[in-house]
């Protein structure tokens, strides 16, 4: 299984940014992918999640309301489409992946590279 994000860059507060997460080797359709961040001096935090063969999605609190995740099957990529974005979304960004059910008490099987968001004016 491979992961790889993408579409980081420098936002303004209250800009937007759509990440992306192209994702290939699963061999069923019974997996999740879910992103992640890390910010500089941070442990890692969940961001959002969706278990592809339930539809279900997941966020965290902070960003509930700001962030929504979605899929396309046929281009088998995960998005991650952020709005009113705020400094302390400022992170490095990944995309990870297991199969079957997830919750935040498992752990992700597969990572891939991140991706810097950065918020600032």
């Known amino acids: 299984v491979q992961l790889q994000a993408s579409g980081g860059g420098l936002v303004q507060p209250g800009g937007s940014l759509r990440l992306a997460c192209a994702a290939s080797g699963f061999t069923s359709d019974d997996y999740t992918i879910g992103w992640f961040r890390q910010a500089p001096g941070k442990e890692r935090e969940g961001v959002a999640y969706v278990i592809n063969s339930h539809d279900i999605t997941n966020y965290a609190d902070s960003v509930k309301g700001r962030f929504t995740i979605s899929k396309d099957n046929n281009k088998s990529a995960v998005y991650l489409q952020m709005n009113s974005l705020k400094p302390e979304d400022t992170a490095v960004y990944y995309c990870?992946?297991?199969?079957?059910?997830?919750?935040?008490?498992?752990?992700?099987?597969?990572w891939g590279k991140g991706t810097l968001v950065t918020v600032s004016s």
């Open positions: 990870a992946g297991k199969y079957g059910y997830y919750n935040h008490e498992m752990a992700m099987d597969h």
